[in-house]
């Protein structure tokens, strides 16, 4: 069984559709770890309800981001993952991941890349009257959201759409696109 880690800074609802998803073998893979920089992130709690694995821990107990990548790594290196999938993993990955699983490490962001990257991507899109907001898919590299680009959806708005529907309708997009792209790389590695 093909495995996959995930990291997670909050709320986690991608993480859970991605869990579905392997529950209802739209994705042929199990979730087998967690990793959390958030140790109050609700991510968690849906970690323990699901019974996967949780790496939970706090950047700031450890001396640098060198040292707690190092753990990551380590946590990893005994599941060896196909595949590592940030869901709202608020931090940008340093070489020490990079260098471990460069490759192999893809994230969901909630802009149509290459606009709108970094924080509070959706209200930058707003602020910026975008005629059209949606969702990437993306390898990631040393950069923030600018790895080659897998998967995009988006849809139109005219700027009448309150910031909570266009929220919904991106979150929509996420757990239907993060799934199938995760299903279509993990496939794709299985016939080469
Ligand atoms: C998602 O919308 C994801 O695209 C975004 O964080 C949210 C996490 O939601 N990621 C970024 O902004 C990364 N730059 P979730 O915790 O409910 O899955």
């Known amino acids: 069984m093909k495995q996959i880690a ?14 579905a ?8 893979a199990e979730v ?7 140790p109050d992130a609700y991510a968690i709690h849906r970690a ?19 040292d707690y990548e190092t753990e990551i790594v380590a946590r990893l290196n005994q599941l060896d993952p196909d595949l590592i999938v940030l869901a709202g993993y608020m931090r ?15 994230n969901i962001h909630p802009s149509l890349l290459p606009d709108f990257k970094g924080k509070d991507a959706i209200g930058q899109a707003i602020a910026s009257k975008a005629p059209r907001i949606g969702v ?8 923030m959201d600018t790895g080659t680009i897998i998967a995009q959806s988006g849809f139109a708005v005219d700027g009448s ?25 993990l496939e794709k ?3 080469v």
Do not use: W
Request: hydrophobic share 45%; aromatic share 10%; glycine share 8%.
């Open 92 to 106: 940008i990955l340093g070489h020490t991941m990079l260098d471990a699983f460069g490759g192999r490490i893809i």
């Open 21 to 28: 998803a392997t529950i209802n073998k739209v994705i042929d």
């Open 161 to 185: 759409e309150s910031r909570a529907e266009i929220e919904c309708r991106v979150h929509e997009i996420e757990h239907q696109l993060y799934p199938q792209t995760i299903a279509m790389l």
């Open 48 to 66: 323990a309800e699901f019974g996967i694995e949780c790496f939970a821990f706090k950047p700031k107990m450890f001396a640098s981001k060198v």
């Open 136 to 143: 990437s898919i993306h390898y990631v590299d040393e950069g």
């Open 189 to 191: 590695e299985t016939s």
């Open 6 to 19: 995930v990291f997670a800074s909050g709320n986690g609802s991608n993480f859970a559709a991605i869990h």
């Open 32 to 38: 087998a770890l967690l990793i959390c920089d958030n």
